[in-house]
């Protein structure tokens, strides 16, 4: 019985697979309530149930219109068109493999959906079939226009979703009264969204954790966000998973990482943008970085970026790329010799936006001098090929006396051969620069947390141990305030990530006055 279930279940996934406990509550939640919030614990099952539920949608639900949101493209074929391929019938599956005017089922590993759409055959008296079309969120940051005009019976949402883009859904969904599910782990993905979803939320019933040794909430209504369910996936409910060793790689840390691990429990502050940045993902003993160890073996594009100042120190970070596409800042100006570039400090509105550390008070002096700061320069780099420089797009344009005449940031430089490029910054539907930048960033730092961190299983933003005033900055960066004391190293990486930087062998081809040479 129990071999005829598998196979069962193998070739049809929706009609015949296992349904666990919480996705029946789940179900049973989505009769009454438009949206269904999951935070899952590690290997908790939360994208196999939705990639389930948007199938079953497809096969019956008439010419139905459903849309999945990831981060990323590469995390949208890797994570949720990998879920939706698995969860297709075996007569589906076989269509993957050909061609039809009635039906679009392309599919492969490394590529995903072709075109990031799938048509499944239409039923009897409709002129159309249902599909499953994929986005995400790097796109619509790009270009908002991509959802205007559409309308859907089911949207799935994963992972740090932009609170613009979601604030445009319920309009998506009213033609066909349709719902939305959003699924997150919860080491990631700590948008304003997330703390608008949570914040006063109703705690409508909790459940004990040996881990904490206490009951803590499973399920919560949101107050903010109307016809709003919050369910909590523990890994130890997902029976085709080893909780043991989930739980023995755990043991080790603390109590709230693992509540957020295993139960699906926030353990980041709700305001924190880059949640997924940490010392034993991100960092690196600098004498270990692969060029600075092997220099000829791995060669390496390298940029300068700046945030000049005149009443403070210039805020500087140098940036490698390599041939795998790894971004390694490895070197920072003001470090931790000159101090703190950034204190802990709450205002009065209880936004934890720092102070401005003692690495931020001008080092040459009361004037500023060009001279100074390219001596500083060249002597940081000594014979390293800068294949490009940026410096913030509005300081670097803005005019400021110098000794001899006044002159921008740009071209004061440029006078001992210096030369800066604006970054070529881009805005969003809010007319803001700044989150296109935070997202491009935490597309950076995505890496398969199921897995212990290691060669195989690293994020592509890489950062010398050398740089901690950047470490710190990036850890407590909230995007609360403009006087935020520890943004502006979070503005140098932002303007490297969206100009874009490339790899270009060992640079060589160096920029020159301003122009990057391709």
Request: charged share 25%; glycine share 6%; net charge negative.
């Amino acid at each position: 019985m129990f071999e005829q279930q598998e196979a069962n279940e193998e070739h049809d996934p929706v009609e015949w697979g296992w349904t666990l406990p919480m996705w029946r509550r789940c179900l049973e939640l989505w009769e009454d309530h438009e949206i269904i919030v999951i935070f899952g614990g590690n290997r908790s099952s939360k994208s196999t149930f939705a990639a389930r539920l948007a199938v079953w949608i497809a096969l019956n639900v008439p010419a139905a219109e459903i849309r999945c949101w990831h981060t990323a493209s590469d995390r949208s074929i890797e994570d949720q068109q990998k879920f939706i391929y698995e969860s297709l019938p075996q007569q589906y599956k076989d269509l993957t493999q050909t061609s039809s005017k009635d039906y679009a089922l392309g599919y492969s590993q490394k590529e995903g959906f072709s075109k990031d759409i799938a048509i499944f055959p239409k039923h009897p008296g409709y002129k159309t079939g249902s599909y499953i079309k994929f986005n995400n969120y790097n796109q619509w940051h790009k270009d908002p226009q991509k959802i205007e005009g559409t309308s859907c019976h089911f949207i799935w949402a994963d992972e740090e979703i932009p609170q613009k883009l979601f604030a445009t859904f319920p309009s998506r969904l009213n033609k066909y009264e349709g719902k939305l599910l959003l699924t997150f782990t919860t080491l990631q993905g700590w948008t304003s969204l997330v703390s608008d979803l949570l914040y006063k939320a109703k705690v409508d019933s909790k459940r004990y954790s040996p881990i904490a040794e206490r009951e803590i909430p499973y399920e919560m209504t949101s107050t903010k966000w109307d016809s709003c369910k919050i369910v909590h996936f523990w890994s130890q409910d997902n029976p085709f998973e080893s909780y043991e060793n989930l739980y023995k790689r755990y043991s080790g840390q603390s109590i709230a990482h693992q509540i957020a691990r295993l139960h699906g429990i926030p353990e980041k502050a709700m305001v924190a943008k880059f949640p997924k940045f940490s010392l034993e993902a991100n960092v690196i003993e600098h004498k270990y970085i692969p060029f600075v160890r092997s220099p000829q073996e791995n060669p390496v594009t390298r940029y300068h970026i700046i945030d000049p100042a005149g009443s403070r120190n210039w805020c500087m970070i140098w940036v490698a790329l390599d041939r795998y596409n790894n971004w390694w800042v490895y070197r920072e100006w003001p470090d931790t010799s000159y101090g703190n570039w950034a204190e802990p400090w709450v205002n009065a509105a209880q936004m934890p936006i720092g102070k401005r550390g003692r690495a931020q008070e001008l080092s040459f002096g009361g004037a500023m001098s060009y001279e100074s700061y390219a001596s500083l320069i060249r002597e940081k780099e000594e014979d390293e090929i800068m294949f490009g420089r940026l410096i913030d797009p509005r300081m670097g344009k803005e005019q400021r006396p110098s000794l001899n005449a006044t002159t921008s940031f740009i071209q004061g430089l440029s006078m001992f051969n210096l030369f800066y490029s604006p970054a070529k910054v881009h805005r969003d539907s809010t007319n803001s620069e700044i989150e296109p930048g935070i997202q491009a960033i935490n597309t950076l730092l995505e890496y398969n947390t199921d897995d212990p961190v290691g060669e195989n299983n690293r994020p592509k933003l890489k950062v010398s141990d050398q740089c901690q005033n950047f470490i710190y900055c990036m850890q407590e960066y909230t995007n609360c305030s403009r006087e935020e004391a520890t943004k502006d190293f979070v503005d140098v990486l932002r303007y490297a990530v969206v100009t874009p930087c490339i790899f270009a062998g060992d640079g060589r081809l160096a920029v020159t006055k301003g122009v990057y040479s391709y």
